[in-house]
């Protein structure tokens, strides 16, 4: 049966240029700059250069009529994510991480010395064994699977599978760990090859020279009381290898001396270098701060005057064919796109601005100053308040963002942190907290290493009275272990 209802449905819309807005507002400086040149190149109304005139290309409404216009010119957010329509972008992941120039203005080039990678180095040395060509084939694709750390944390049955599928090699596990262990295992930095850290150890060890007591002690602890060794059960190492705290003090110290990632230590100069440019600069004049934006390569945009004089003279056209109409159709999209990326270029620029300044003000003390001590408490909501912003565009400035100070240059959202109260009813952050924490932990007797609960009685007498399992969050956010494992003999 058919009928007729009213429904009252309240929709939230969102337009092309408020989407726009927020994507570059999340880009740093570097993937900005990239953003611009693309589009720049797949809009050809779009072009570098200071605007001359104001021109809308095109005064006649005839040109603003359906007839010429998408009719999508917002989009139903009612059932979309927003962050996660956002993250699908055009432009890739690798593109939105920032990389960094030297902190003045000149436009630099860093340049790059060419060498050899680090599987390039190890293949280099494998070339030196009298191996048959299957060997070497097999070898060589050993050393592929190898990580960063020099490491080879695959299973070699799956590496034997690998070989069979990508190779045509038909080999057996046998052969895979005898020319690892042989060949692969004896190429330098030493201790590249290993499968765990256990066997990394053991391989430095079994190739340092001169051998003495002290090494074949640390070989013994590494062979036979890996765990206990870990866990730095140094009373139960003494009983169990019949050694006095003197010899197993140079034992422990003959191991803390190997590296237990050697594929680090590669000396090869094509290491990839990360420079971080900073989006904005802080600097102290006359006693007053003074921020400014990155903008160093952000080209003048300007709607190209062709494209609009083009517009001009199709709108004169008395009879228009629908080739006519097509082309002026997309000629104006072309010319409102290059509009609205210019106005969103400006739209980020002042969001950009706005919030750093609200965020240097709130800091006002800690940028004057350097003290870590003077960092405010500071929440996204402080900062959106302030501005009257949504905590939604703060947290896109602050978490792909640098700022380059007196003090160094660091990641905006790095100056945000939560608030504790100290027995004074002050509010602290929990930056000081941790810096305090960490300070603690440095001064403490390694022979007796501070416990958590210890921790927590001595920042109580500070006047931060904090839980032990707070101060065991705090501790663990700053790669700091538990006691028994930061113990020393």
Known sequence: MLKQELNLKLQQKLSPQQI???KLVQLPTIAFEQRIKQ??????????????HDDEYGESNEWDSDEYNDDNNSIDTSD????????????????????NYSDDDEERSVPYAQGISFLDYLEEQLSMYRLDEEEFVIAEFIIGNMDDDGYIRRDLQAIVDDLAFTQNIYTDKNEVEHLLTKYIQKLDPVGVGARDLQ???????????????????????????????TKKHYKRLMLKHDVTEDQL????????KLNPKPGKSFSGNTKEVEHITPDFTIKIVDGELELTINGRNVPELRVSNSYAEMLDTYKNTE?????????????????????????AVTQRRNTLMYTMSAIMEFQEEYFLTGDETKIKPMILKDIADKIGMDISTVS??????????????????????????????????????????????????KKKPLTDEKLTEILKEKGYPIARRTIAKYREQLNIPVARLRKEI
């Open 20 to 22: 726009q807005l927020m």
């Open 39 to 52: 589009e720049m190149e797949e809009n050809p109304a779009l072009e570098e250069g200071s605007e001359s």
């Open 80 to 99: 979309i994510n927003i962050d996660e329509y956002l993250s699908d972008d055009e432009i890739p992941n690798y593109k939105t991480y920032t990389n």
């Open 199 to 229: 066997e990394c150890l053991k391989i430095q060890l079994e190739n340092k020279q001169p051998q003495n007591e002290t090494t074949e002690l640390a070989l013994d602890l590494i062979t036979k009381s890996f765990e206990a060794f």
């Open 249 to 256: 003090k140079a034992a422990v110290s003959e191991i803390e």
């Open 319 to 343: 009879k228009k064919s629908t080739e006519q109409k097509e082309a002026v159709m997309f000629v104006k999209q072309k010319l409102d796109a290059a509009k609205w990326f210019i106005d």
């Open 396 to 445: 896109r400035v602050a978490n792909s963002k640098y700022v380059n100070t007196p003090y160094g240059t660091f990641l905006i959202k790095d100056l945000f942190s939560e608030s504790l109260t100290n027995e004074e009813g002050e509010e602290v952050s929990t930056r000081e907290i941790k810096r305090i924490l960490q300070d603690v932990i440095g001064e403490e007797d």
